[in-house]
């Protein structure tokens, strides 16, 4: 049998518990070991003297069942709830979470994973994750409420209500206060919980603030079933094993489900594929009219389909291709976007401003100094790589790498000028001159 010492509130009460551990340890049968999920039952609102934790085995029985699997929750027995704890199953709040805490990694899950429920109701938030040292506070929390069901077990004889995985907690027999409600119950809000703790730090944060609600509670009068979500949240940093994702909301696994019965099931989440995220390279992004930008595919997550928006009124899809070339015709600034999608959804990233593409150059009149060609010109795309060749030969084309020889390059300058003096003209008078750019 397992033990772990109760964290104890109340450094007065100190001998006093240790002196009940040492004689009551071996008659506690409620057990429990690290990363084991605890299902905790109380009541807030009512006279009850009593709290329920179930002891629902490991986590990862949960999170790793096949997809789409209902299991039912078999280490309690319905009429412990009611009426054995509680007059009925009315107003009646409920919470499962776990924790691993104090080693360095537990069956691949790091040390500080968190396991809570959150309810399913209308505009509920995930649970998020966050850096190692606010879990490990929550964590501690989730530990001394399961020592506690250890603790209160041993000063109880063994039957129907004090089991190896279930234990009703007498709470007026509980000089320490060690009681599930004591851990779970928001200071400020005896209806809801949270784990908050004046000795162990905050509770679970939703992303603007404030706290997430960890409980359920059952309506009155109880006529449909309620829901609650299973989140995994590894301490931010750390790659969860089911997403890969370091950072965000936590992993829902599934759900339990509290039938009006007094039963509960788990239900596996479907198989879910995070969407991916879009990023893309492109260039140039400086042009003149007629010339070509590639934009290279860099997203992340396995898109099935890119669909690019090039600015100027055209678009297009690719299913196998990530990657596209594209004219532009007119001059102008333009946005890029690239939306990604496969089956776990959409994301679209946008540049603004992300090519600018100018008329062709406007070149000045040549001048001559002495022997030496002089000529300039504007409206060019700032920034951009421009070559000069030089032929003797205008008739022959560009790609004509023997007639064509290239003499100079350089950038346009911010304002789109350039300035090129050349000095074949005092040697070869029928020489003749071409710029290109890029």
């Not at 829902?252 to 039938?259: H, K, L, W």
């Not at 594929?273 to 997550?301: M, R, Y």
């Not at 032929?391 to 790609?399: D, H, K, L, R």
């Amino acid at each position: 049998m397992k033990y772990k010492m109760p964290r104890l509130r109340k450094s007065s009460l100190l001998f006093l518990a240790l002196l009940t551990v040492s004689t009551a340890v071996e008659a506690a049968p409620f057990t429990y070991n690290v990363g084991d999920l605890t299902l905790g039952f109380r009541m807030t609102n009512s006279t009850s003297t009593y709290d329920v934790v179930v002891n629902l085995g490991p986590a990862t029985n949960y999170v790793t069942l096949p997809y789409n699997t209902v299991t039912n929750i078999s280490t309690y027995v319905a009429s412990v709830i009611s009426p054995d704890a509680f007059a009925g199953l009315t107003n009646v709040s409920w919470s499962v979470e776990g924790e691993v805490n104090g080693g360095s990694i537990f069956n691949g899950w790091p040390n500080n994973t968190l396991w809570v429920t959150v309810p399913r109701v209308s505009g509920a938030t995930p649970a998020q994750r966050a850096k190692n040292s606010t879990q490990q506070a929550i964590g501690r929390t989730i530990d001394s409420l399961q020592n506690g069901a250890v603790h209160l077990s041993s000063t109880e004889s063994a039957g129907p209500d004090n089991t190896v995985s279930c234990v009703v907690e007498n709470l007026g027999n509980d000089a320490t206060k060690e009681d599930y409600g004591l851990w779970i119950e928001d200071p400020n809000n005896t209806q809801i919980g949270d784990l908050i703790s004046q000795y162990y730090g905050p509770g679970i944060l939703n992303p603007s603030g404030g706290y997430i609600n960890l409980e359920n509670i059952t309506p009155s009068p109880f006529t449909t079933a309620v829901v609650s979500d299973l989140y995994e949240l590894q301490p931010t940093g750390a790659p969860d094993p089911h997403t890969g994702q370091s950072s965000g909301s936590g992993y829902n696994a599934g759900y339990f489900t509290f039938n009006t019965s007094g039963t509960m099931t788990f239900t596996r989440a479907a198989m879910t594929v995070p969407a991916p995220t879009p990023a893309f390279t492109g260039g140039p992004t400086n042009i003149f009219v007629t010339q070509s930008v590639t934009l290279t595919d860099a997203s992340t997550g396995s898109p099935a389909s890119w669909t690019w928006n090039f600015g100027d009124g055209t678009s297009v899809t690719n299913l196998s291709n990530a990657s596209v070339m594209h004219t532009y015709d007119a001059a102008g600034t333009y946005a890029v976007s690239l939306t990604v999608t496969n089956s776990g959804g959409s994301n679209t990233s946008s540049q603004s401003s992300y090519v600018t593409v100018d008329s062709f150059p406007q070149l000045s009149n040549p001048t001559l100094n002495n022997t030496n060609l002089i000529f300039s010109g504007s409206s060019c795309p700032a920034g951009a790589q421009y070559r000069i060749f030089a032929s003797t030969n205008v008739a022959a084309p560009i790609t004509d790498t023997v007639h064509w020889k290239p003499i100079y390059t350089n950038w346009f300058l911010s304002d789109g000028s350039f300035n090129y003096t050349n000095h074949i003209v005092a040697t070869n008078p029928a020489v003749f001159l071409r710029l290109v750019s890029p």
